[in-house]
């Protein structure tokens, strides 16, 4: 399956165990934010997923300086997913998805057929999705969909996204 990038996008109420809204959701972000970069996670286990949310923590202040809201989507329960907030003390929103909806809807890449779907442990596979929220609606601007745990973008990647985004709506408003 692949995202339409030219259709709606899709919006979800998920619990929220860092900081913001709780329960989360797209359209409750701020009218400031221009950009809302989602990472779908693995699972609670995933030790690339662990190492991902520390550095995007570390990196937090470029993506405000973008305008741009991080959040990390674990599909996961609240309780699994706040032991990552106990532990990281993540400065974003970290949503429990834990039944997989917000990833199903904006079709987190799963491996091994039936397998994969019935565990997320050996199926699911990271993604990263960036909704610009410019304009009269939303629009998916960029999705990476992993073939692999190891198979996500590296922030300067998505940052350099966010930029080029930026450029091209001053190109078409200069």
């Known amino acids: 399956m ?6 709606p996008v899709p919006d979800f109420k998920l619990e929220n165990v860092a900081v913001g809204p709780d329960p989360f959701s797209l359209s409750a972000l701020p009218d400031d934010v221009e950009f809302a ?3 779908f ?3 609670h286990y995933c030790t690339n997923c662990r190492q991902q949310v520390r550095t995007l923590a ?3 202040d470029a993506f405000h300086d973008r305008n741009a809201e991080v959040v ?3 599909p996961e329960p609240a309780e699994r ?3 990552w907030q106990d532990r990281y003390d993540l400065p974003y929103p970290l949503l429990a998805d834990p039944d997989a909806t917000a990833g199903e809807a904006y079709d987190q890449p799963v491996r091994f057929g039936v397998l994969g779907r019935f565990s997320d442990f050996l199926g699911r596979m990271p993604e990263v999705v960036i909704v610009d929220r410019r304009g009269a609606a939303s629009r998916i601007a ?5 073939s692999s745990t190891f198979d996500r973008p ?21």
């Open 2 to 7: 692949t995202l339409d990038e030219t259709g």
């Open 37 to 39: 970069v989602l990472f």
């Open 41 to 43: 996670q693995r699972d």
């Open 58 to 60: 570390d990196r937090i």
């Open 72 to 74: 990390s989507i674990v």
């Open 81 to 83: 997913v706040a032991e």
């Open 142 to 146: 960029y999705v990476h969909q992993g």
């Open 154 to 174: 590296d922030v300067d990647e998505i940052l350099s996204e966010l930029d080029a985004l930026t450029a091209e709506r001053d190109g078409a408003d200069g």
